[in-house]
């Protein structure tokens, strides 16, 4: 396992510093080293109190580590005075670190200083040289350049002028460039520049992005990935972080640097409980309540975003009688009709997960009313012309005006068709065996 070591202050609310890199080091499936520069009192809301370790203590952390332990890569963050900064490069240099990722960090989100002004020159004199890639954003990067960014023709003049300071390999995080459209960044890497997009997500200021994008960055290098593949990688990771990220106490949002994680088991759940759902499914015979164009059941991840969160069944459900059939193994992202269904659902009430189509009739759903379920439905025979000529987009329209008239979101939402259109009943659930049970109930109550 590659071995990756932070160089950085402590921030006892998890966003950034050493346990943010830390936390960004287990994603990437490095194992994570720290050294710690400076004890912070910090949380969402900003900075109260700084003390900065002896720089002697400082050297003596790396020492142990490094006396030890072959070090793979080496990021360093918040390293605020001149004399941590000298015995910092003391230790770079006397280890031979080959990949040292300097995130020249000056100031927290909310403008508490994080590098004194004297120790400025000694970063660019002594750190710098030494790295194989800074990381400074928009603000660090004027500071460092004297050029004001605007745009990304300002970024690029920034990068020429800080290439100057002798470093080998830049990319400017243009995450706080207020331009509209994706979020550029844009590497050098001392034969031309490349630009890294992604979708700005307008979440507000989020604590701890930079250190993470340098922290992914740095454990992509340990693993041999090639610069701008480790800095696609951490694009990547970074979007993901903050498209997921958490709101833990009174100020900013938090980086989930462990959404991917967390993501994949619950994928697994989620899985099997699909599964269980169709195993209730195909005992009770459900084979009547099958629409001519069969049927196909979706359920959400907590926070579904996109088509690629939600599971159903490649090949749907498919009436054999008085029985079910389906062909293959519920997965991800196999259904664009069943996974529109249930974004537009959980738009409406995020805990309402999981729907099935079944067949229209006038007794099903007088079945459902005798049940007591909550009922709505929409008439398509009153959808725009605007939307009728964008496909896909009729059954989100004709959900999203049921969930509206309705007041809240209801077990069940049907139409009566249309022309070439087959009526259709999407029974709605918490989660997939909770609804497969309801689907039962209305089997029971239609057919006994």
Not at 272 to 285: F, N, P, T, Y
Request: hydrophobic share 40%; glycine share 10%; proline share 4%.
């Amino acid at each position: 396992m590659k071995k990756v070591l932070t160089i950085a202050g402590s921030d006892p609310c998890g966003g950034a510093g050493i346990q943010g890199d830390l936390k960004t080091f287990a994603r990437f499936g490095v194992y994570g080293l720290s050294v710690i520069t400076s004890i912070t009192a910090q949380n969402t809301v900003g900075v109260q109190t700084i003390h900065d370790l002896p720089p002697d203590l400082v050297g003596s952390q790396i020492d142990s580590i490094a006396r030890d332990i072959n070090i793979d890569a080496v990021k360093t963050g918040m390293i605020s005075n001149s004399g941590i900064i000298e015995k910092v490069s003391e230790c770079i240099l006397a280890y031979s670190i080959q990949y040292l990722v300097v995130d020249p960090v000056m100031y927290a989100k909310d403008g508490t200083p994080l590098l004194q002004p004297e120790a400025r020159e000694r970063l660019i004199k002594r750190l710098f040289p030494l790295s194989y890639l800074i990381t400074p954003n928009i603000p660090e990067a004027e500071a460092l350049s004297g050029i004001k960014i605007k745009d990304i023709g300002d970024m690029k003049r920034a990068i020429k002028k800080i290439k100057g300071m002798g470093v080998n390999n830049i990319i400017i995080k243009g995450g706080h460039l207020n331009l509209k459209g994706d979020a550029v960044d844009i590497l050098y890497d001392g034969n031309g520049y490349t630009p890294y997009r992604s979708e700005r997500i307008e979440t507000g200021d989020i604590h701890g992005t930079g250190c993470t994008f340098a922290a992914a960055i740095t454990a992509g290098l340990a693993q041999d990935m090639g610069l701008k593949e480790a800095v696609r990688s951490a694009k990547e990771f970074i979007t993901t972080a903050i498209q997921h990220s958490l709101s833990i106490g009174k100020g900013l949002k938090i980086s989930d640097h462990l959404f991917s994680l967390y993501r994949d088991r619950e994928r697994y759940i989620l899985l099997k409980r699909v599964e269980e759902a169709i195993k209730l499914l195909e005992k009770g015979e459900i084979g009547p309540l099958i629409p001519e164009v069969q049927s196909n059941l979706g359920a959400g991840l907590t926070s579904a975003y996109s088509i690629n969160d939600v599971i159903g069944i490649p090949g749907r459900i498919i009436r054999y009688g008085k029985d079910i059939r389906t062909l293959s193994r519920p997965d991800f992202g196999v259904s664009r009709h069943i996974g529109r269904t249930v974004l537009t659902v959980m738009r409406h009430d995020p805990t309402k997960r999981a729907v099935m189509n079944i067949r229209y009739s006038d007794e099903i759903i007088d079945a459902c009313r005798r049940l007591g379920m909550g009922i709505a439905q929409f008439d398509r025979r009153d959808e725009p012309e605007e939307v009728r000529s964008e496909e896909g987009q009729s059954l989100e329209w004709g959900i999203n005006k049921a969930i509206k008239e309705f007041g809240s979101v209801p077990e069940i939402i049907y139409d009566k068709g249309g022309m070439g259109k087959e009526g259709m009943i999407r029974v709605i659930g918490d989660d997939p065996i909770e609804l497969s049970l309801k689907i039962l109930k209305i089997k029971g109550e239609v057919i006994g």
